[in-house]
């Protein structure tokens, strides 16, 4: 299999060739990693989101941008595909690092994480990367430091020149595509959390409305959720049948059905505290080949009216 790495590199190389016309922003730390701005300083934008999209899921996903409604007002809409679902899903895009130092704190997405390949979807699908340059995304208030990138070289087992931090706040256009945009991921995340093998995850398409850009990070993380959970679809096709596929949309949480502001205020934002089988889209099919199809769940238009404030 081809290093998920090197195909995210020849992406992150597209976003410097062309960071003005993407409204991005790249430059180099002291100690020569790279910092590419999708969305702190920098205003980023549509084409930006969804480069950085690709750039998760290290090229073997597929984004689109569309334009749907929600109570009658259009609002865009994400939709991400893809055949490689454990690898560029499980492997790359999700959000899996925990990239905290004294003086920086993000969470980290992308290819970088399989140079690592520590967590448990490494172990389940069999696959460990190796690249001499690698790519993070960080979603982040803060602005990338030194040491930020070192941790990176050192847990990556690259040179620190040789790393590319990607950082983008909940809060930016981006940073609204790109989550939008984790519909798919979500689904085979819980889906294999419930035990089903990754490898017989064949296909799958997920997609999901784009939060309006909030003004501040715990609105912005609390409409990037709303979003999946309740206006999130995904379509998968698997190999086998099992018992699992119920319990994969959002709305088989207990805590489903009320928006995530409200659960996070009542947990103090302890993001570790919140169940995790809210954090799946609304309503999946689930096509088994050669098999029944099955579709549970549903989406909430009133409630994400209300998130995203229209």
Known sequence: MESLNRMAIELVD????????LNVGGYDLENDATVLDFGLEFDGGIEAGMLLTEIQTAGMATPSYDLGEISDAPIPYVSLSTDQPALSLLCSQKAGWELTTEDFEGLGSGPARALVAEETEFRRIGYTDAFDLTALAVETEDVPTEAAAEQVADLAEVETSSVFLLPYSTASIAGSITNAARAAELATFRLTELGYDPLDIVSVTGRAPVPPVAG????????????????????????????????????????????????????EWQFEEVPSD??????????????????HGETDESLLADSFDL
């Open 216 to 267: 501040d990070e715990r609105t912005a993380i609390a409409r990037t959720n709303d979003a999946i959970a309740y206006g999130g679809t995904a379509h998968l096709t698997v190999r086998e049948d099992a018992d699992q596929f119920e319990s994969v949309s959002s709305t088989a949480a207990d805590a489903h059905g009320r928006p995530f502001g409200e659960i996070f205020d009542d947990l």
């Open 14 to 21: 597209e976003a410097l060739e062309y960071a003005e016309e």
């Open 278 to 295: 809210l954090f799946a889209p609304a309503k999946v099919t689930i096509d088994v080949v050669g098999g029944p199809t099955y579709v």
